[in-house]
């Protein structure tokens, strides 16, 4: 157990519909991450936010935002939802912003029908 | 230009023998880390090892090695004594400067390990 809690673990919804992804970091950690694993993609960053602010940002569709809240929580909102979007969305946080390890989540796997 | 490259897709080891899967990564930054990750079919995304570009000596964690060799930018995992509960996914992923304003990790395509009993 990486200490990193997602929910929720699974999520079927329909296309052009809107969900959120919730994750909560390690104690302690004030960097959160979110990537998606899709099999066409392989395992691709989104994007970073650092005690409530956004750092870095990767391969994150318009459609897609987060958020990460005062007690260091972080949302990930995907919304008018496509096929494509089908994935595992993992959530990882670190210590710091720096040389820290990342641990991941047990990840939320979206199916878009 | 991929920047981590795991050229085998699949591989088998027989349990109790010892076992490689290569990495090679591409960075022009002098500050780097690298890691494996394992993803057992539950999938999970498990930290197995680190090496940052400074080390001195190859990273060990138990029964984890990473054969880490600079100049031919390879950071290779080996994993002496395989077991059954070793068959899974292995991402080696590199993180690129110590102190820019992201970290993200860049991963490769994977390697997936099959122990045999």
């Known amino acids: 157990d990486s200490g990193v809690t997602q929910t929720p673990k699974h999520l079927i919804t329909a296309t052009g519909q809107r969900v959120t992804l919730r994750c909560s970091p390690r104690?302690?950690?004030?960097?959160v991450y979110w990537y998606q694993q899709s099999l066409d993609q392989g395992l691709q960053f989104l994007i970073q936010y650092y005690n409530g602010e956004e750092r870095a940002k990767g391969n994150i569709l318009e459609r897609f935002s987060a958020q990460q809240f005062p007690d260091l929580h972080s949302e990930l909102n995907l919304s008018s939802l496509e096929l494509g979007d089908s994935a595992l969305y993992f959530c990882?946080?670190?210590?710091?912003?720096?040389?820290?390890?990342?641990?991941f989540g047990p990840g939320t796997r979206l199916t878009v029908l | 230009a991929q920047k981590i490259t795991q050229t085998q897709p699949g591989m088998f080891v027989q349990e109790k023998e010892a076992v490689t899967l290569d990495c090679t990564y591409d960075?022009?930054?002098?500050?780097?880390?690298l890691f494996w990750y394992k993803q057992p079919s539950s999938g999970e995304m498990i930290f197995l090892i680190y090496q940052g570009s400074y080390d001195q000596q190859n990273a060990t964690e138990g029964r984890y090695s990473l054969n880490f060799q600079k100049a031919r930018k390879s950071a290779n995992l080996v994993i002496s004594a395989s077991q059954l509960g070793d068959s899974a996914m292995y991402f080696c992923?590199?993180?690129?400067?110590?102190?820019?304003?992201?970290?993200?990790?860049?991963f490769g395509g994977g390697t997936r390990l099959m122990v045999k009993p």
């Open positions: 990882a946080s670190s210590a710091r912003s720096g040389v820290d390890t990342q641990y």
């Open positions: 960075t022009s930054d002098p500050s780097y880390g």
């Open positions: 992923a590199m993180r690129e400067g110590f102190f820019n304003a992201g970290n993200m990790l860049t």
């Open positions: 104690s302690g950690d004030l960097s």
